[in-house]
């Protein structure tokens, strides 16, 4: 119970409330000529200038329900018991019932500290209004009753406006996530492909000096790559669309990988026929987590001469494995290129295992369900 009236206690007011829209224009605007005609017109009405003028000088204060709930609360409420107490009987025109907006505000954009405070004005506001006119049970009942809907209105308006608010930043997480992904796998292949052929050009310039002017070549032609893929990846952000970070990217692009191992150890690429009609979320990932692997090869297996990569299916799922015969490591801590692995196989409902081969080398195997994430 301490932690529920704590946190209640602590509760902030939510961000950036709104200002006065055109709605509340809309609401004082024909608030303040029926207040009016209520005023000149009711022939029932007691003390009718006073509160005539009473009603009419709140109205403005809806403009401010929201920036500042607590504040208008206490001037509203106060004005109303202060004018009950000078004329010695409470307020009784109809268009009051406006004030109930305020507790309603109260509740939606109030902090933990202001609703409170604000309860306790209202509360005995309402039992100043009873005292005076001496209500019966019933009527005070009802009178809190009313009151309290526009409590719980107000809070639950509030409530799906926080679940909202997080559902929304979960949504960017996962975002940020899949993009720190496809920057990682891309920026870090291209990367170590342009060092592993600068290496090779920086070892043979000296006696083959035509042999760097290629390794620049390809060196040129990897970082145009890089950069079609950058901005592949900045024209599907532009466009704010949840689309996939990796466009035309798949299985049948895997023969890239083969193609630009002229220089490291040579990347063999094995895939069987009849994946063209895999979902395009399963062929991007079957091709990121190889590139990946193939990357981390290239970077780590020391005295590896042969990368391989080979894709086989079944009904069921798609499995991809990447092997190199390079030294065995005996420990290795897991980087952002593997949990990136790991992440986009447990996204589509699969799975993804790195380590070192009982033969020789390092291999990453990753197994997917071949329809895709279940729904």
């Not at 191992?261 to 079957?286: M, N, T």
């Not at 069921?316 to 290129?337: C, H, I, L, Q």
Request: glycine letters at 10%; hydrophobic letters at 45%.
């Amino acid at each position: 119970m301490h932690g529920l009236l704590r946190s209640v206690w602590d509760e902030p007011r939510p961000p950036s409330p709104p200002g006065p829209g055109w709605r509340d224009w809309a609401l004082v605007g024909t608030l303040v000529p029926v207040t009016v005609l209520e005023g000149v017109l009711r022939p029932d009405l007691p003390w009718r200038a006073v509160s005539t003028v009473v009603a009419v000088g709140l109205v403005p204060t809806l403009l401010w329900r929201r920036s500042r709930p607590l504040l208008l609360v206490a001037i509203c409420f106060g004005v109303s018991a202060l004018a009950q107490w000078l004329i010695g009987q409470p307020l009784e025109m109809y268009s009051l019932v406006y004030l109930l907006l305020l507790p309603y505000s109260l509740f939606r954009w109030g902090s933990g500290r202001e609703t409170v405070a604000g309860l306790g004005i209202i509360v005995a506001a309402i039992g100043l209004s009873a005292a005076y006119r001496g209500t019966t049970p019933s009527d005070l009942v009802g009178s809190a009753a009313v009151v309290c809907a526009s409590f719980a209105l107000g809070w639950a308006f509030r409530y799906r406006a926080k679940a909202r608010t997080r559902e929304l930043d979960q949504i960017k997480l996962l975002e940020r996530e899949q993009l720190a992904r496809e920057l990682h796998d891309t920026v870090a292949h291209h990367v170590s492909a342009m060092a592993i052929r600068a290496q090779a050009g920086l070892a043979t310039a000296a006696t083959r000096p035509d042999a760097a002017t290629e390794a620049l070549r390809l060196i040129e032609a990897e970082a145009a790559r890089a950069l079609d893929e950058m901005r592949a990846m900045v024209r599907v952000l532009r466009r704010n669309e949840p689309a996939d970070l990796a466009p035309g990217r798949g299985v049948a692009d895997l023969a890239g990988l083969a193609s630009r191992g002229r220089a490291g150890p040579a990347v063999e690429v094995e895939v069987p026929d009849g994946l063209d009609g895999l979902p395009p979320q399963v062929g991007a990932a079957i091709y990121r987590i190889a590139q990946e692997a193939v990357t981390n090869a290239r970077r780590h297996a020391r005295h590896a001469t042969r990368i391989e990569v080979r894709v086989t299916a079944d009904d069921d799922s798609v499995r991809v494995r990447v092997r190199d015969d390079g030294e065995t490591a005996s420990a290795v801590t897991p980087g952002y290129g593997l949990l990136g692995m790991i992440e986009r196989a447990g996204l589509l409902g699969g799975s993804c295992t790195a380590g070192p081969d009982p033969e020789r080398g390092w291999t990453v195997t990753a197994v997917l369900p071949r329809a895709g994430a279940a729904a």
